[in-house]
């Protein structure tokens, strides 16, 4: 079968790779959606924490289920598995089925395993980062990790992932209806908290440099507010909330300069969610931190409570997957499109690419 490989950094190469062996409890999956991510243009250009070469890419994924293991589950053509292990999502697979994955490999056992926390797994392997992924034709995956998508197009299957982040950045910020919320990126991760916040009730401001980003943000998210962070940033913030600043502020944009100045833009007695994530070392000041008695946390991945919020907002109409996703490539057209990608100019917001 045929698989795509980050060789090195700025180097892909499309090769044949042996097809995936079933082992009991897990299922093979015929790949048609590979979303792009900052991680994979991260992992392209070198700069992508937790990460060696060479990688198979692609966590944001969405096929067909062609085959599920013997053994354990010792199913055959049209019949189901259910709750393979309990409490994680497992309501009834079986082949032919069109599903989402999910791509954090949790070992079940650590203490944030065992407090429910697999999204923070002490042995945590992500594919495409820690292991390969799902830029191949064929995958084998744990059945626990396969998310049955009937309702969904591909696309929005494929979307669960990115937008699940977000919803996961949410939830952990305990955000309340009618509070002021900063969102700073908006990227694809950034638009998915805004989406989810606004869902929620709240007031919520886009921040990013760039203006068409912003407007996009407006459109697509419905946000209240948008201020371009090149223009007196913290001057407006105030404006917009009576000389209070936010009580909550997600920073999405995975840029050191962004994140430490975040720490400015918090209301007394608020929460900074850092949702983006750094190849650096972070500092405040420690009196105004302590001043405002500020509570500040990561947001990582997303658990299968934050996929089944996705997948309802999707089904009710709110989450509009065909703006979101601006490009998109074959597999055979991949390599050649990728450098675009990264250049502002091709204002990519979310690319895919079809097999």
């Not at 243009?41 to 944001?60: D, I, M, T, W």
């Not at 994680?88 to 954090?104: A, H, R, W």
């Not at 392997?125 to 292991?131: A, D, R, S, T």
Request: proline share 3%.
């Amino acid at each position: 079968m045929r698989a795509i490989i980050c060789e090195q950094i700025e180097k892909f190469k499309l090769v044949e790779v042996q097809e995936p062996s079933l082992k009991a409890g897990e299922a093979i999956v015929r790949i048609k959606r590979i979303g792009i991510c900052g991680t994979d243009l991260h992992a392209y250009k070198g700069n992508q924490p937790f990460f060696s070469y060479p990688r198979v890419l692609g966590h944001e994924l969405a096929g067909y289920i062609e085959q599920i293991g013997e053994g354990d589950t010792g199913l055959k053509v049209g019949e189901s598995v259910t709750g393979l292990q309990e409490g994680e999502g497992v309501t009834g697979l079986q082949i032919g089925d069109q599903v989402s994955i999910v791509p954090y490999m949790h070992c079940g056992t650590c203490i944030a395993c065992r407090n429910g926390k697999t999204n923070c797994c002490t042995d945590m392997k992500v594919l495409g980062v820690h292991i390969d992924g799902g830029m191949r034709e064929l995958i084998s995956l744990p059945v626990s990790h396969l998310i049955k998508t009937d309702g969904l197009t591909l696309d929005q299957a494929a979307m669960l992932e990115p937008l699940s982040i977000g919803a996961h950045a949410v939830r952990r910020s305990e955000l309340r209806a009618g509070e002021n919320v900063l969102v700073i990126g908006a990227g694809p991760i950034g638009l998915g908290v805004m989406i989810l916040a606004k869902q929620l009730g709240a007031n919520v401001i886009a921040m990013d440099i760039n203006d068409e980003r912003l407007a996009f943000c407006r459109d697509w998210a419905g946000i209240d507010h948008t201020i371009n962070a090149l223009q007196q940033p913290k001057e407006q913030l105030a404006t917009l909330t009576n000389g209070e600043f936010p009580t909550v502020v997600f920073d999405a944009t995975g840029n050191a300069r962004s994140m430490t100045e975040s720490f400015g833009l918090v209301a007394h007695g608020g929460k900074l969610v850092y949702v983006g994530l750094v190849k650096a070392d972070i500092t405040f000041h420690d009196p105004d931190f302590h001043k405002r008695e500020l509570t500040v946390m990561s947001s990582r991945n997303a658990t299968m409570e934050d996929f089944d919020t996705v997948r309802a907002a999707m089904q009710d109409g709110i989450i509009d997957i065909e703006r979101y996703i601006t490009h998109r490539a074959t597999f055979e057209d991949m390599i050649d499109q990728f450098e675009t990608w990264l250049k502002p100019e091709s204002k990519v917001i979310k690319a895919i690419v079809s097999l």
